[in-house]
């Protein structure tokens, strides 16, 4: 299956309410010591401000008047040090497919859309933050040709102590 991927309109906010809420349900039970279910996953202010910003864009695949996924891509300045290269790039803040529309291409027209938008704005990279729990979109994204350049690590000290 594939849809239409367009801009995102005020008039989808339903639609995407529901996306984000089906991201965040996944989410909290993937992470629940990072996750919470929450029922207002998307206000109309954020919505407004996510399509008025120049520094954002946000994609929805569309097909039989549905919305079948969603990505929203923002362009962010390196943190200033020193020690940092300059640097400006693509980053994708939210990517989400609905359950029943995985695996049909979706997803990489999504990103594909992300991917010349920010090309357009003359960036030569995206990035983004995945879950390691999360092995399926992390073989997606490798799959696009993404690679890992940081690893977060916690350290759960209270079980830590208890071992001690």
Known sequence: MTGQIRDARISDFDELCALFAEENQFHASLVPAYIKL???????????????????????????DALLGAVLVSLKDGQRARWRQ????????DLIVTATA??????????????????????????LHVWEANIGACRFYES???????RRMSWKLQAEARRM
Request: charged share 25%; net charge negative.
């Open 38 to 64: 929450t029922r207002q996953v998307l206000t109309k202010e954020e919505l407004r401000e996510f399509l008025t910003e120049d520094t954002n864009r946000l994609f929805v695949c569309a097909a039989d």
């Open 86 to 93: 300059p640097r400006r790039t693509g980053y994708i803040e």
């Open 102 to 127: 995985q695996g049909q291409g979706i997803g990489r027209q999504l990103m594909q859309a992300a991917r010349d938008w920010v090309l357009s704005q003359g960036i030569q990279s995206i990035e």
């Open 144 to 150: 696009l040709g993404l690679t890992s350049v940081q």
